[in-house]
């Protein structure tokens, strides 16, 4: 794969691994060299694993949904390696706070994808127990409001006193969130908040230049990360198409904010290929030009170079990849198409936290109603 040209924003980024696959650190990477030694073949195997599988979950998610079975679906299309390097980094005890297309990380927290498909079908309110859910939280469908949920838990962590250092023990809190957040007044509270409470807290920016049909270029006129940095917030820019610069910088960000250094915040540049959800059309407001030269960055095309170039994989390895994320979307399908409708008293359960007569009755009645009618048909 020929290298792209950098960009200026690509310039300042950490980097760990060139577009063409070769190990070559830049200058702004060296503080964070160290972590990568945490990393064995059988993990670097793993990001591999999770980038394919994820882009498979994501595509069949799309097919879902052209077919009638999802109302909605937000791609996470060449973003994968923003999200398994981090994800990777955070700690089982972290709780982690999600936009709504963060399905790697999801996923490597040990969430079910089928409950994030639930959601997306309808069948669901959203609300579920973190702690049974890999302490990840569900999706929020409402730009930025995840940050200040986030900044708040992160207040509580820090005046539980949860954050002395131990990075064995101690919790940390991540929080997702996409370039368009940043104009919303949620994120510029959260980071406010969290400044002046010092909590022990990442904010993870996934910059893939598009809020919807609106470029980042004309929401800001500085970079994120410096916007950041007048916040007061520990801000590092990363090259998001870079798993290991997302490992090891978001590794570094976890510990420095679980060893009471406040707040850091991850700048990870990126782009999103694919649209914005199911329900936009990218062509309408991005050229060709743009999208053929981000594909030539794609992440997982990338980082198969690096492994390969290192002897960690070989054909069978790939080949076996493969057949796992084939065999995985595969099940989800199935699954999928076995959910069924939703049922009709939904709307009524968890109205109240105790059975309610008012509640009760309208239930009664919406149920009698729905089977009125097939007692005509």
Known sequence: MGTVPETADDAVSVQMIAPDGRFEPNAAAEEFLPYLERLDDDLLRRFYRDMVVARRFDTEAGHLQRQGQLALWPPSLG?????????????????????????AVAMIRGVDVVDIIRMM??????????????????????IGSQTLHATGYAMGVGFDGAATGDPARDEAVMVYFGDGATSQGDTNEAFIWAASY??????????????????????SRTPLVARAAGFGLRATRIDGNDVLASYAVTAKQLDDARAGRGPGFIEAMTYRLGAHTTSDDPTRYRGADELAEWEARDPIARYRHH????????PAYLAEVDREAADFVADVRRRTLALGPADVGLIFDNVYAEDHPVTREQKQWLQGYEAGFGEAR
Not at 79 to 92: D, K
Not at 124 to 141: C, D, I, K, R, S
Not at 206 to 212: D, L
Not at 307 to 314: A, F, K, T
């Open 79 to 103: 973003q994968e390696a923003a999200q398994v390097g981090s994800a990777h980094a955070a700690r089982p005890q972290d709780t982690i706070f999600p936009a709504y297309r963060e399905h």
């Open 121 to 142: 079908r309808g069948l669901t309110h959203g609300g579920w127990v973190p702690a049974e859910h890999g302490n990840f939280h569900l999706y929020t469908l409402v």
């Open 198 to 219: 010092q909590t022990p807290q990442v904010f993870f920016l996934q910059n893939n230049h598009w809020a919807i049909s609106v470029p980042v270029t004309r929401q």
């Open 307 to 314: 492994l390969e170039s290192r002897g960690i994989v070989d």
